[in-house]
């Protein structure tokens, strides 16, 4: 036994945004929860990411109360345009999806909304945040239920939980804890990318092309006055362009994209600027085992391709936030098989789509046609699960 001993109705390993939007469902109904993370501040720190919120997830923040703290840091995106590679192109305009809820997307800096998430949690009598706090192993079996052995500082912690949710990531060490095997799909093409800064009058419009060996190219206003330059890089070309130096990445994406000509030579002049990332699809055999559930990337990492990561996860939290006050108000019979058999066909569907894109990975699996990529999940950015959006209105009601 620990030195100390706490109880919870559920307890979220993982205060990224999907874990904190569940623990904020869930209190708001009367729960008892505890979030535990390793980071000693939840809105300090870590990448300066600002992902894309979908409109589903700004209809669903809208209805917690949330929206309003998050607009004002924020970059609309209004239309995604994609240029095949003989110049005809075609868009996509969130304002003509009928059923839309909102005629954009917002990029929103990752601080801002862990900032906003974590003020509205400490105003919940009921919520406990654990930072700096380490899981160490899974006490009990997935029959009589799991609890967490912690470590906070050099004091151990046991939490004792009805629930258990994993909300730490594509690796997630809970996942393995608990023996749930997983498939790793890896993605060979890394994502390259440039910040730039954001030109005066620039389209609040994702714009996608094509370079002259068919790979994509991509520009994205985001927020903080960026525009971000994505290249889905073969990885040959890729080696070879490091090896020449950055004024080879220079001449290649302005190849792509010639309007980026003179913001690329004036403000891209070291290796130090560009990001690498190598993205995965993460396949886990199951999303639950007994009272332990997985969250967001622990249950399905998938390419930014669409940027619908973390908009999968908040459309999870939804479904566990509904599914775990079910169990604990009407006594709803096994909450997490229940979730899981919503949400992971359609995720799953998804995932399938991204590995089937050339443009993703040289080796792709079922390989379909890859001209226009976006318009094949064109619902899928703008109106999300069809049963999912529906729920917003009910598990944000007190």
């Known amino acids: 036994m620990g030195d100390e001993t706490s109880q919870a109705d559920c307890c979220i390993v993982g205060g990224g945004p999907a874990g904190l939007v569940l623990a904020l469902l869930l209190a708001r109904r009367g729960r008892d929860v505890t979030v535990v993370d390793r980071r000693e501040h939840l809105a300090q720190g870590g990448p300066a990411h600002a992902p894309f919120l979908s409109p589903p997830s700004l209809d669903l923040l809208q209805h917690m109360g949330l929206l309003d703290a998050l607009e004002p840091y924020g970059q609309r995106v209004r239309q995604v345009r994609e240029y095949d590679t003989m110049g005809g192109h075609s868009t996509l305009d969130y304002a003509s999806v009928p059923g839309g809820s909102y005629p954009y997307a917002l990029s929103v800096p990752l601080r801002a909304m862990a900032g906003a998430l974590q003020d509205a949690l400490l105003r919940e009598p009921t919520v406990r945040i654990m930072t700096g706090t380490s899981v160490q192993g899974l006490t009990g079996e997935p029959a009589t239920g799991y609890g967490l052995d912690l470590r906070r500082g050099d004091t151990p912690v046991r939490v004792e939980s009805r629930f258990v949710i994993g909300s730490d990531g594509k690796f997630s060490a809970l996942r393995d804890m608990a023996g749930i095997e997983t498939e790793v799909f890896a993605f060979d093409r890394p994502a390259v990318m440039v910040e730039l800064p954001l030109p005066e009058g620039t389209p609040e419009r994702i714009t996608a092309h094509r370079d002259h060996e068919g790979a994509l190219v991509a520009t994205m206003p985001v927020a903080e006055g960026k525009l971000t330059v994505l290249w889905a890089a073969d990885p040959d070309a890729y080696r070879r362009i490091k090896e020449s130096g950055i004024g080879a990445l220079r001449s290649r994406l302005a190849h792509a994209v010639p309007a980026l000509t003179d913001l690329l030579a004036a403000n891209l002049s070291t290796w130090e600027q560009v990001i690498e990332v190598h993205h995965h699809v993460v396949r886990p055999a199951h999303w639950h085992r007994g009272n332990l559930g997985l969250l967001g990337d622990s249950a399905h990492g998938v390419h ?82 069809p049963e999912v959006t529906p729920l917003h209105a009910l598990v944000t009601s007190a």
Not at 336 to 342: H, K, M, P, R, T
Not at 343 to 359: D, H, I, N, T
């Open 304 to 385: 930014s391709f669409g940027a619908q990561g973390l908009n999968l996860a908040l459309g999870d939290a939804v479904v566990l936030s509904d599914v775990l006050n079910s169990a604990a108000e009407k006594g709803f019979p096994e909450p997490l098989a229940a979730y899981e058999a919503l949400r992971r066909p359609y995720v799953e569907r998804f995932q399938q789509l991204q590995q089937s894109l050339a443009v993703l990975s040289s080796s792709p699996r079922q390989p379909v046609r890859d001209s226009g990529m976006y318009a094949a999940i064109a619902e899928v950015m703008t109106l999300g699960q």
